[in-house]
């Protein structure tokens, strides 16, 4: 994993924790905020594992329900079939759970730290703009109103854009993958459409009239 991916997902998870009024924020605010984020991702890896325990149970009573309940083969091929569905889905949650030991330990490195705390703290002093650029790019949505993991996916990226130097193309790859990690695939189809607007806003704006 790279550094600053893993410091984008740190951001992610620490920017919805900060105070929605502008306010000034010391360094140690920040570094707070930061390991909230990593405690609220513990705390996340272990609901998760007990709702893939659940789905697991789930799952088999469906299938004990398929040999004696079913009334014919139809009902019984959907029973498994949920039941398989469930299975995969809680084998999908506990595969993502061996990930967090490895993410927990590369969040504590000085150079994950430093630039998760440089995303946080640019965007909290360039809200205003920030916000403007996705408000403008959006069609039919009101920032408000998104789902808040998507509209935190574009305020990083978009903050990356327009105060950190990093490379459009590259911003909006690393905001799909962070959306097909955290959202959903509207979600990141959504993302990378609403950045591309909002990078040809930028354009426009920087040509000479």
Do not use: C
Not at 49 to 73: C, F, H, I, P, Y
Not at 124 to 132: F, I, S, T
């Amino acid at each position: 994993m790279q550094a600053r991916r893993i410091a984008r997902e740190l951001a992610l998870l620490s920017i919805s924790q900060l105070p929605a009024k502008q306010e000034r924020l010391t360094t140690q605010k920040l570094q707070d905020i930061v390991v909230a984020a990593i405690r609220t991702l513990s705390t996340d890896a272990r609901d998760t594992l007990e709702t893939a325990v659940a789905e697991l149970q789930r799952g088999n009573s469906r299938l004990l329900s398929s040999e004696t309940r079913a009334s014919d083969v139809d009902s019984a091929r959907d029973m498994v079939r949920e039941a398989i569905d469930l299975t995969e889905t809680a084998i999908n949650r506990v595969g993502r759970t061996f990930e967090i030991p490895e993410f927990l330990q590369l969040a504590n490195q000085p150079d994950v730290r430093s630039y998760a705390l440089e995303i946080i703290t640019r965007f909290h002093e360039e809200r205003e703009a920030v916000d403007a650029a996705l408000t403008n790019a959006l069609v039919g949505w009101q920032l408000d109103r998104l789902a808040r993991v998507d509209r935190d996916i574009l305020r990083i990226a978009v903050t990356e854009i327009m105060y950190l130097g990093l490379r459009v193309e590259f911003a909006i790859n690393e905001a799909v993958e962070l959306a097909k990690r955290y959202s959903d695939e509207e979600g990141y189809k959504f993302i990378n459409g609403v950045l591309r607007r909002v990078t040809e806003q930028l354009k426009a704006k920087a040509k000479p009239s």
